[in-house]
């Protein structure tokens, strides 16, 4: 069956699709809440009843079956005739996963993840980074708060945070210096993530900034009583200690900054700055 190679829809933040490089308009509120509700379930069938409610809800009457028919018939001419194909209980969206960027992202993300693992940390970076920038805001921005797309976009939320987490190691494991206004505004967006507040305080001990480092531990404590009577983990305090220490496995290893081979001691300090093994 033909493809239509020039088809992209994005959803990592408004929906929107192109075909042979143009916009295309996909139509009223109710159209587009069809293509979106597939869309969460690429390649996969979505029977007619879930369509149905997800679209019009408690709202649904008996016209509802024949109204989707219309939207679906206009999405098809829309998007190429083959992209959406019946089944006997429902419909699924075919199309190729370079087709859809959270799809593209996907692959991009495990190719930067895989990369890490064999320490090859530039490569790493490379990939994560162009995941990272096919993000445009919200995924499902328009239906943020939709039961239906709650999950995927919960799943997403995830995947791209792990990304970022991840493209900040390849930073620091290869020496980048730039990372700290960075990780500072992440600190405020996320501040019960602990693992930006470790990343953090390596690349302020790394630029030489000590007392920040150690003052950016003491806030996010007093932050985490406040809020929820929790103290650090272990791992963020040995961390502490560690830079209280000038412990040498802080600094970056010349060997691991040009991605030659490293032990896996090495490997862990740098791509997770905040954890230590335990002692045996």
């Not at 293509?35 to 390649?43: H, K, N, Y």
């Not at 679209?55 to 829309?78: C, F, I, K, M, P």
């Amino acid at each position: 069956m033909h493809r239509d190679h020039d088809l992209r829809i994005d959803v990592l933040g408004s929906l929107r699709a192109a075909r042979h490089g143009a916009d295309v308009r996909l139509g009223p509120p109710q159209r587009r809440t069809v293509l979106a509700v597939l869309l969460c379930g690429v390649r996969q069938v979505i029977a007619t009843d879930r369509l149905v409610d997800c679209v019009w809800g408690e709202h649904a009457g008996s016209a509802s079956v024949g109204s989707l028919h219309v939207h679906l018939s206009h999405l098809r001419r829309t998007l190429g005739s083959d992209s959406i194909v019946r089944h006997v209980h429902g419909y699924a969206l075919a199309i190729r996963h370079d087709q859809l960027d959270a799809d593209e992202f996907d692959h991009l993300a495990a190719l930067g993840h895989a990369a890490l693992r064999r320490n090859q940390f530039r490569r790493g970076r490379q990939h994560l980074a162009a995941a990272l920038a096919l993000w445009r805001g919200h995924a499902y921005e328009e239906f943020d708060g939709a039961p239906w797309a709650r999950g995927e976009i919960a799943r997403l939320d995830a995947e791209r945070l792990g990304a970022l987490v991840s493209r900040i190691d390849a930073d620091l494991a290869i020496g980048e210096r730039d990372v700290v206004g960075e990780l500072e505004s992440l600190v405020v967006e996320h501040p019960l993530h602990e693992s930006f507040c470790a990343r953090l305080m390596v690349a302020l001990y790394r630029a030489g900034r000590q007392a920040d480092a150690l003052a950016q531990y003491r806030a996010h404590a007093d932050h985490l009583v406040e809020s929820s009577g929790l103290a650090p983990t272990p791992a963020l305090r040995d961390l502490q200690l560690r830079i209280l220490r000038h412990d040498e496995r802080l600094t970056i290893p010349p060997r691991q900054a040009d991605d030659k081979e490293t032990t896996s001691d090495d490997v862990q300090d740098l791509a997770n700055p905040h954890h230590r093994k335990e002692e045996r």
